[in-house]
């Protein structure tokens, strides 16, 4: 079973429904994008059994939770902060496995506009974003400071990062789909494995 959360191993009789499983992980099925070895499920398919779907050593459930697909500013003080609707680890492992998902290009190929990773407060504008914090709770920021003196912090966040925060809501609109296909790809090269070196026990075998 693999989530945004990880991924876990277990065996199952071939007449368990694909319901039952989602359940015994407590998986909100409701929620996500819900597949099983990269077929999308619908309500019907969730009453099938194992058998039903023609699983046979192994198969793989997904299911990638939906994120609220925009980041906001919150203003506090002296500074704006960015909080982006995606995790930074989550924007991490795009970074490695898909580069490409972080950039928005012309017909040219040139890139206008891309997020990447970094430390410290970050940075956003017209031409990028660099996420380098995150919230307790994961969610990657950028901090922008603020002048005093400033008196209209929206409008003055507005005049450096209006076109970055588009850009960056386009792109975030697109991260569930990437980090759906990621953990695909990352599920089948587990699957390559077997013997007293894996991990996630020898009933892959």
Not at 13 to 19: N, Q
Not at 63 to 80: E, H, P, R, W
Not at 148 to 157: G, H, P
């Amino acid at each position: 079973m693999t989530t945004t959360a990880g991924r876990k191993s277990e065996m199952f009789d071939a007449e368990t429904k694909i319901r039952e499983i989602f359940n015994h992980f407590g998986v909100d099925y409701g929620t996500g994008t819900n597949t099983i070895d990269g077929v999308r499920l619908d309500t019907a398919g969730f009453e099938k059994t194992l058998a039903q779907w023609g699983a046979k050593e192994e198969c793989r459930l997904a299911s990638i939770v939906k994120m609220d697909n925009a980041a906001v500013v919150d203003l506090t003080g002296a500074a704006a902060v960015v909080v982006s609707s995606v995790k930074l680890a989550d924007w991490k492992k795009v970074e490695e496995y898909r580069p490409e998902a972080l950039k928005i290009t012309d017909d040219k190929d040139e890139v206008l506009f891309r997020v990447m990773t970094g430390k410290g407060n970050g940075s956003i504008d017209k031409n990028g974003v660099v996420f380098g914090a995150q919230t307790n709770n994961g969610y990657a920021t950028v901090t922008m400071q603020l002048a005093d003196s400033v008196k209209d912090k929206k409008a003055a966040v507005k005049k450096v990062a209006a076109a970055g925060l588009s850009n960056l809501k386009t792109i975030e609109d697109g991260i569930e789909a990437v980090l759906a296909a990621i953990a695909t790809d990352e599920a089948n090269v587990d699957a390559m494995f077997r013997g007293a070196g894996n991990n996630e026990g020898e009933e892959n075998a």
